[in-house]
């Protein structure tokens, strides 16, 4: 299983952009790999929940949350998956993870890069 590792997170003010960066080990998506790669969040004392997911194919799906706002995409080049984050708010603070998902349903996280949206 390859290895996923966030990045790009840091601290915006309420109205701007940040690009997440999740760059695997190897390739990250593969028919013995990953089918599916996704974003979540999890908030100070929340639990954690879906931002976005693509998968191999290309399709993408998005929490109600941010759709309009947040754009995933990948470059299977690179091995990396982003995460394209437009008119940040605050409630959009939150440590981002990047999960790997197998068609044999295994999971793997990153560690996690903390976006911080200041009003």
């Known amino acids: 299983q390859v290895q996923l590792a966030e990045s790009g997170g840091g601290l915006v003010q309420a109205g701007g952009s940040l690009r997440l960066s999740c760059v695997a080990s190897?390739?990250?998506?593969?028919?013995?790999?990953?089918?599916?790669v996704g974003w979540y969040r999890q908030a100070s004392g929340k639990q954690r929940e879906l931002v976005a997911t693509?998968?191999?194919?290309?399709?993408?799906n998005y929490a109600e949350s941010v759709k309009g706002r947040f754009t995933i995409s990948r470059d299977n080049a690179k091995n990396t998956v982003y995460l394209q984050m437009s008119s940040l708010k605050p409630e959009d603070t939150a440590v981002y993870y990047c999960?790997?998902?197998?068609?044999?349903?295994?999971?793997?996280w990153g560690q996690g890069t903390q976006v911080t949206v200041s009003s």
């Open positions: 190897g390739s990250i998506f593969s028919i013995n790999g990953n089918v599916m």
């Open positions: 999960s790997g998902l197998t068609a044999r349903g295994f999971r793997s």
């Open positions: 693509i998968t191999i194919g290309g399709s993408t």
